[in-house]
């Protein structure tokens, strides 16, 4: 079974504060996705990387950076956290040849901004 | 940039009885893949159905299947026999093939089956 794992279930941070949330997946997946999840607006895509130190701007990267030195991990960096990041962020990630399997998520990590 | 559209963002279901959830979507393309997703409460996203652009069979799995209108942008998921376990948000999903493979979300559906 694909595994797609992100390192915290639940997390609170201050504002100001840089935070890294980490995701890591086990099945040699080329393409690996960040996306914010907010009642009402459905999945946001932050940041996604089709291979090692690549990286793409999604619809909503400002505030975000990311980092992906492996091809196993792909990372998001809030550089300077503030309230309105509070969020569901989900990590996801896909084959490039195998498109039509969709992606494969994580089980979200939910941050707090006090 | 395609967009996805679930026009009911709340659905209540009988346990037995069938329920349909809407999708349409707006996209200049023909290569294409389409999606949807369940997230159960407090759990992980996971694939229920998808359906490539150029098969005009609609998808079946199970207990779930889609009706696919492909000229009207149409891409409805049916969910027959509702059973308590299909409580869950529903996220209908485009990828584009031919501008990379991340996946656009609409901005879901929340199902409740009661009993």
């Known amino acids: 079974d694909v595994k797609v794992t992100q390192s915290s279930r639940y997390l609170v941070k201050r504002t100001g504060e840089k935070v890294f949330l980490e995701c890591v997946q086990d099945m040699d997946h080329e393409n690996m996705f960040w996306y914010r999840q907010d009642p009402g607006l459905g999945l946001r895509l932050i940041y996604f990387?089709?291979?090692?130190?690549?990286?793409e701007k999604g619809d909503i990267p400002e505030g975000y950076s990311v980092s992906r030195e492996k091809k196993e991990r792909f990372s998001l960096i809030l550089e300077s956290a503030s309230t309105n990041q509070t969020s569901m962020y989900l990590c996801?990630?896909?084959?490039?040849?195998?498109?039509?399997?969709?992606?494969?998520f994580g089980q979200g990590t939910r941050l707090t901004v006090v | 940039a395609q967009t996805v559209t679930q026009s009911q963002p709340e659905m209540s279901v009988q346990e037995a009885e069938t329920v349909t959830l809407s999708c349409t979507y707006d996209?200049?393309?023909?290569?294409?893949?389409l999606f949807w997703y369940k997230q159960p409460p407090s759990r992980q996203m996971i694939l229920v159905i998808r359906?490539?652009?150029?098969?005009?069979q609609n998808a079946t799995e199970n207990r779930f299947s889609v009706n696919f209108q492909k000229a009207a942008k149409s891409f409805s998921l049916k969910i027959s026999d509702s059973q308590l376990g299909d409580t869950a948000m529903y996220f209908c999903?485009?990828?584009?093939?031919?501008?990379?493979?991340?996946?656009?979300f609409g901005k879901g559906t929340s199902l409740l089956v009661t009993p």
């Open positions: 996209t200049s393309e023909n290569n294409y893949y």
């Open positions: 359906q490539e652009a150029y098969k005009q």
């Open positions: 990387s089709y291979d090692v130190k690549m990286k």
């Open positions: 996801a990630s896909s084959f490039s040849r195998g498109q039509g399997f969709g992606a494969f």
């Open positions: 999903a485009f990828m584009n093939l031919n501008s990379g493979y991340a996946l656009n």
